[in-house]
């Protein structure tokens, strides 16, 4: 129970009846052999590849030593290592979520009053330079409160696009027929001074799609404080959520407080951490949605891995369709993080020839980032889109 505890608090998503599972699975084994003992608990509690790494990281330290939680709390380096004997691989630096979850609370340490610690800091780095390129996966708790406050002053800006109202203009523009004879008329004259108009440009309306599903949490809850600050900085921004359904949040990510906001959202939204189910969700946006919220040249942002329960049934026709329907589609893949990606599912394979751009969303830079991507030309993001479907 307690191992599963420090596995959440380190950011895995397990509740009571993995420990039950895992509990059922130990009792089925031999206790007494470790190798049997690390599979039992892997099984029953792992489901997915990128969770692999920090559960042997956090079986290493749990199960070796049971003093080691005395140990840590003398530790004061950002990362810690894990003394492997000679026939087991050597594995990669603690990470620190994991570090914070095997710490007790801070107000449980006594205070060393009469110690005086010294810090060499002489090989330190910059935190904000690192939060940049830090994935969301890899932060801690202090760490993702920093990162949700820089997300919170981060600004979209879409070139503004022309709309079907007109303006009144000085320069020689299109001939605006009523306020010339308006103007003559008042005038009295001989005369008639020909008026102009042009016209208006605004912001196109922005639409978001965001996956909430299990391999999706973790960023769908960071990039919705995103979503919160970029509703409240600018009008005409939708967002919709789905996992196994479809939720419009869009009136709630406009309440300026955005714990009260998430809080609502939450109790709406009844697909957290589920299955995907990407065309169904798709099709009911194009079929509801598309026609209220897609008009005047908007911009859909689609932010998903592609991994779908359903094998992509009816994804590429749903895809094609929501193409169609908008000026531009941007897919936003925390998969990208990786170098060696490749569109092997059959969700990314069904997405990838009707996107228009297709970029990484898993730290603050991809989110920075992104902004040159909206004004970037159609021409350079062709040639992007030609690279990555030359995979398919």
Request: aromatic content about 6%; some cysteine.
């Amino acid at each position: 129970m307690h191992f599963v505890r420090t596995l959440r608090a380190a950011g895995l998503p397990l509740g009571p009846g993995h420990t039950l599972r895992a509990v059922e699975a130990v009792r089925a084994i031999d206790i007494t052999d470790r190798r049997d003992f690390y599979w039992a608990l892997r099984s029953s509690l792992i489901s997915r590849y990128d969770q692999i790494e920090l559960f042997d990281q956090a079986f290493q330290m749990f199960w070796r030593n049971p003093d080691i939680l005395n140990r840590m709390i003398d530790m004061m380096l950002p990362t810690l290592a894990v003394d492997m004997p000679p026939d087991e691989n050597p594995g990669e630096p603690l990470q620190r979520r994991l570090a914070e979850a095997m710490l007790p609370p801070r107000d449980q340490i006594q205070e060393r009053e009469d110690e005086e610690v010294e810090i060499q800091a002489d090989m330190t780095w910059s935190a904000r330079e690192q939060l940049q390129t830090k994935d969301f996966e890899q932060m801690s708790t202090d760490e993702l409160d920093i990162a949700k406050r820089a997300m919170s002053r981060l600004a979209l800006p879409l070139a503004e696009v022309k709309v079907r109202r007109y303006a009144p203009t000085n320069r020689i523009a299109r001939a605006d027929l009523r306020r010339t004879m308006q103007k003559a008329l008042r005038g009295g004259g001989d005369s008639i001074p020909l008026q102009y108009r042009k016209h208006k440009t605004r912001p196109p309306p922005l639409v978001v799609l965001c996956d909430i599903s299990g391999s999706m949490e973790r960023y769908a809850r960071m990039l919705l404080h995103f979503l919160h600050a970029l509703t409240n900085d600018r009008d005409r921004v939708h967002t919709f959520l789905f996992g196994t359904r479809l939720t419009n949040v869009t009136r709630y990510l406009r309440d300026k407080e955005v714990d009260r906001a998430l809080a609502k959202i939450g109790e709406q939204v009844q697909d957290w951490s589920g299955g995907t189910r990407i065309g169904a969700s798709l099709e009911d946006f194009n079929r509801l949605w598309s026609r209220r919220v897609l008009g005047q040249g908007a911009v859909v942002l689609l932010i998903t891995d592609g991994l779908d329960r359903e094998a992509a049934e009816g994804v590429e026709e749903q895809m094609e369709r929501l193409q169609k329907s908008c000026r531009r589609l941007i897919w936003l893949n925390p998969l990208l993080r990786y170098d060696q990606f490749q569109p092997k599912s059959s969700g990314a394979r069904a997405m990838l020839p009707h996107v228009d751009d297709f970029r990484p969303v898993h730290n603050l830079e991809s989110l920075g980032e992104l902004a040159g991507a909206l004004s970037a030309t159609d021409v350079s993001l062709q040639k992007g889109m030609r690279e990555w479907r030359s995979l398919l």
